[in-house]
């Protein structure tokens, strides 16, 4: 994990990666997020599974937040929204909440809406992301729009099915598939 930094009551990576994944003028709006609570936000290893994770803070310590160190900046910022969310929803409900029910869902929405409120981002990545909120997904990536922005704005060179054509054959972890439909 990379060395942390107070800022106020949470821990947001001191890090130059940090840095470069979170633009500076967004970090007031996550403090202010976050001020409420004791938690740490770390970089960890890529993995494939999952792009961030929420762990709360049991017997008084703190929650943890971790993101993959891989992501791209708007995907980092997305992640670190998501979990947020988590957190908040823990902390006013705890287990009775379902991870991505309905107060979660109300909840990152409200927070994409205000992240699609700040000029400092792309207009298009703020105008996907406002449309997202409306009904978020558990994953940003079955929201096919929001990722293309993501995919343009970041000059991702990322290939999806979508690009494909009927019967072209794929590499995919190691093993080779055909597009059907």
């Excluded at 633009?23 to 004791?38: C, M, N, T, V």
């Excluded at 293309?148 to 999806?160: G, K």
Aim: hydrophobic share 40%.
């Amino acid at each position: 994990y990379r060395k942390l930094v107070e800022y106020g009551k949470c821990l947001l990576m001191s890090a130059p990666s940090f840095q470069n994944k979170i633009d500076s003028k967004l970090l007031p709006l996550i403090h202010q997020w976050l001020q409420p609570y004791r938690v740490d936000i770390r970089f960890t290893r890529a993995r494939q599974t999952k792009h961030g994770d929420f762990r709360p803070g049991l017997h008084g310590r703190s929650s943890v937040i971790t993101l993959n160190q891989d992501l791209s900046p708007l995907q980092c910022l997305l992640t670190l929204t998501h979990e947020i969310a988590h957190l908040m929803v823990w902390t006013k409900y705890g287990r009775r909440a379902a991870p991505h029910g309905r107060a979660w869902k109300t909840c990152f929405g409200e927070l994409l809406t205000n992240l699609s409120r700040q000029d400092c981002l792309p207009t298009a990545f703020r105008h996907a992301i406002s449309q997202h909120a409306s009904r978020p997904k558990a994953s940003s990536a079955r929201d096919l729009n929001l990722m293309a922005v993501i995919r343009d704005l970041e000059a991702q060179e990322t290939i999806w099915l979508s690009d494909l054509s009927l019967g072209e054959q794929f590499r995919f972890r190691g093993e080779v598939f055909v597009k059907l439909k």
